[in-house]
């Protein structure tokens, strides 16, 4: 009799450990948890979120705008192929490293200086990340089908991991502290580029561009643009 109430007990107990653990996503933030909520994650109604539940979603989720700070938890959103976290409080990102479905990434306008957790988001086509606050973008060294990248209003100095990104078509890196644009030479998909606003030398490494039709380039026409008058390229100095 002992051992079966023993034997009880301890089934009792792992049950318990087992939902803490596993079906509990852990969710600090409350703002997160109601935008979670409110794409109807809550799937059985209990007015819970299981790790389950998340690992179900699908398509994207747009938590943008929620004033979140803390995104814990998000990594059991390992089947979506969209996700919009930007206009938000956030400076850490480390859970989106295991949401490597995701193929749009949206966390602009946040508090982020750090983008190594999106080393393994190998299916990234579309990343927003404006306005916040990265100096490197080794990270996205690795994104190889990336073709759109938005990084405007950030500390960056050097594009150099973007030499490496062959499907590139959409690059623009608006008021940053880019002076060399000489790793561009290696991206021959890029159609349109946003150089405005960096302390540049010298453009000319852009006419190696052949699919290059529009450069926006305002507070920098101070440079020679006069090289693309005769191609079919529309530069924006304005």
Do not use: W
Request: some cysteine; overall charge neutral.
């Amino acid at each position: 009799m002992k051992k079966k109430a023993i034997i009880i007990f301890i089934i009792a107990i792992v049950l318990l450990f087992t939902h803490d653990f596993v079906f509990s996503p852990n969710i600090t933030d409350e703002n997160l948890k109601k935008g979670l909520f409110a794409h109807g994650l809550d799937i059985n109604r209990n007015g819970m979120l299981s790790t389950l539940e998340l690992s179900r979603a699908k398509g994207h989720i747009d938590l943008s705008r929620r004033n979140i700070q803390d995104i814990s938890g998000i990594k059991y959103l390992d089947n979506i192929i969209g996700l919009d976290i930007s206009s938000n409080q956030i400076s850490c990102v480390s859970e989106l490293q295991f949401l490597t479905t995701i193929d749009t990434l949206l966390i602009g306008n946040n508090r982020i200086s750090d983008l190594s957790a999106l080393a393994n988001l190998h299916n990234l086509h579309f990343l927003e990340m404006g306005r916040n606050q990265v100096v490197n973008i080794s990270a996205l060294r690795s994104l190889t089908k990336l073709e759109n990248l938005h990084a405007h209003l950030n500390k960056i100095d050097s594009i150099l991991p973007i030499s490496d990104l062959p499907n590139l078509k959409s690059f623009n890196i608006d008021s940053n502290a880019v002076n060399d644009l000489t790793p561009l030479r290696n991206n021959q998909s890029v159609r349109e580029v946003n150089i405005a606003n960096n302390p540049l030398a010298d453009v000319s490494v852009l006419l190696s561009l052949p699919r290059l039709r529009r450069i926006t380039a305002s507070k920098t026409d101070s440079l020679d643009y006069s090289i693309f008058d005769n191609l079919n390229i529309i530069v924006d100095l304005k």
